[in-house]
Nanobody, 125 residues
């Protein structure tokens, strides 16, 4: 699967952005999807993950630093993953990457097999 992220930009603290990640291929719905981010001089870190749809529904998980402010969602009819980011802070400034893998709920980068290019989010104070 090929992934392409977009939607980044410059926003003031307290503002909102919505990132999108478009996926090619017909198996998008079967993948666990995630967002990671990498700030300058720092390692890439987990942001959020969403499971494939199953008989038990969809499950999501967030890093503590974004919980309550960010919302991950997916539209399998459009092969698209989203990250709604509200109440943005300067420390959210980073390149954001979407990823696809086969392990539900994983926060580890090594569990994700496919990656999109980063989209830059800059939050000014």
């Amino acid at each position: 699967v090929q992934l392409q992220a977009c939607g980044g930009g410059l926003v003031q603290a307290g503002g909102s952005l919505r990132l999108s990640c478009s996926a090619s291929g017909r198996t998008f719905s079967s993948y666990a999807m995630a967002w990671f981010r990498q700030a300058p001089g720092k390692e890439r870190e987990f942001v959020a993950t969403i499971s494939p749809i199953s008989w038990s529904g969809i499950t999501t998980s967030y890093a503590d630093s974004v919980k309550g402010r960010f919302t991950i969602s997916r539209d399998n009819t459009k092969n698209t993953l989203y990250l709604q980011m509200d109440s943005l802070k300067p420390e959210d400034t980073a390149a954001y990457y979407c990823a696809a893998g086969s392990v539900r709920g994983s926060r580890g980068q090594h569990e994700y097999d496919y990656w999109g290019q980063g989209t830059q989010v800059t939050v000014s104070s």
